[in-house]
Nanobody, 122 residues
Framework: QVALVESGGGWVQAGGSLRLSCSGS????????VAWFRQAPGKEREFVSVISWKGATLSEDSVKVRFTISRDNAKNAVYLQLNSLQPEDTAAYSC????????????????WGQGTQVTVSS
């Protein structure tokens, strides 16, 4: 079992930055694949970035130049650095974990946090 808690969301003007954190519980969290997804009002949840337990990363094409995922296994934490934010990045951002290899489909993740809201104004 893994419990996830996100933090770091907020309101920012276009061009600004935020750093989201995903804190995981349990001694095995460091062995889990962790991904970030986002969901804007009226839209489906979409994949943003994922990091394997070894630190390999994959990001969606539209964000990979601006967003960076990382992890600190000693702190049981995964981070998502959001730079050059745009109004279209406004969404609820959630982290999710799975014990197997990474996937980009949200339905394949067993554990989810409650989400943190990111709002970008123009």
């Amino acid at each position: 079992q893994v419990a996830l808690v996100e933090s770091g969301g907020g309101w920012v003007q276009a061009g600004g930055s935020l750093r989201l954190s995903c804190s995981g519980s349990g001694r095995t969290f460091s062995s889990y694949t962790v991904a970030w997804f986002r969901q804007a009002p009226g839209k489906e949840r979409e994949f943003v970035s994922v990091i394997s337990w070894k630190g390999a990363t994959l990001s969606e094409d539209s964000v990979k130049v601006r967003f960076t995922i990382s992890r600190d296994n000693a702190k049981n934490a995964v981070y998502l650095q959001l730079n050059s934010l745009q109004p279209e990045d406004t969404a609820a951002y959630s982290c999710a974990a799975r014990p197997e290899a990474w996937r980009t489909s949200p339905g394949l993740y067993q554990y989810w946090g409650q989400g943190t809201q990111v709002t970008v104004s123009s």
